[in-house]
């Protein structure tokens, strides 16, 4: 059974602050990873696509890494704002399976 | 379009009474895939067409629910004789092969009263 596992399941934090999320996954079929944000009572946003072949990919003060031989993905956010506070969801797409299989989430709360 | 929409945005129904609810998918986009989101969970996989066809439906929670997928592109999730235990936020999501990335809709929140 293909298992997604992120960890810590809620995060608060001061404002400023450099934070990691943490994603570790069991299905070595692994064809890519993906980060979403998703913000109380709204659907999911896109935030970075790593494909397997690729180890890391940045958005502004976003940075994503993959390793698959470890089965662990990072979400690196710097210098956190409060418009940062959402659930960040990593999901894999499983080429075993064909479907986009979702970790439980990070609630983050960045403070003022 | 531009994104992936979804219809309606809030479902209020009564227990006993069927629902449908849409997925207009992004264009050209070959797969759609349906989850659901109860309160405070994660996200659970319903199921998923390429192009027309289920390949998966094992998601399904029960025969109650149906989805079908017509011209490649719309999909629509059909709900019968809803229970209160289908209320969630339901969330469908289309990608062109899967290696690009998927794109979400806004979801449907369904409350069965």
Known sequence: KQEVTQIPAALSVPEGENLVLNCSFTDSAIYNLQWFRQDPGKGLTSLLLI?????????????????????????????????????????????????????????????? | GAGVSQSPSNKVTEKGKDVELR???????????????????????????????A???????????????????????????????????????STFQGYNGYTFGSGTRLTVV
């Not at chain 1, 690729?54 to 940075?63: M, Y």
């Not at chain 2, 992004?26 to 109860?38: F, K, N, P, V």
């Open chain 1, 51 to 112: 494909q397997s072949s690729q180890r890391e990919q940045t958005s502004g003060r976003l940075n994503a890494s993959l390793d698959k031989s470890s089965g662990r993905s990072t979400l690196y956010i710097a210098a956190s704002q409060p418009g940062d506070s959402a659930t960040y969801l990593c999901a894999f797409y499983s080429s075993n399976t064909g479907k986009l299989i979702f970790g439980q989430g990070t609630t983050l709360q960045v403070k003022p």
């Open chain 2, 23 to 53: 997925c207009d998918p992004i264009s050209g986009h070959t797969a759609l895939y349906w989850y659901r989101q109860s309160l405070g969970q994660g996200l659970e996989f319903l199921i998923y067409f390429q192009g027309n066809s």
């Open chain 2, 55 to 93: 390949p998966d439906k094992s998601g399904l929670p029960s025969d109650r629910f149906s989805a079908e997928r017509t011209g490649g592109s719309v999909s629509t999730l059909t709900i019968q004789r809803t229970q209160q235990e289908d209320s969630a936020v339901y969330l469908c999501a």
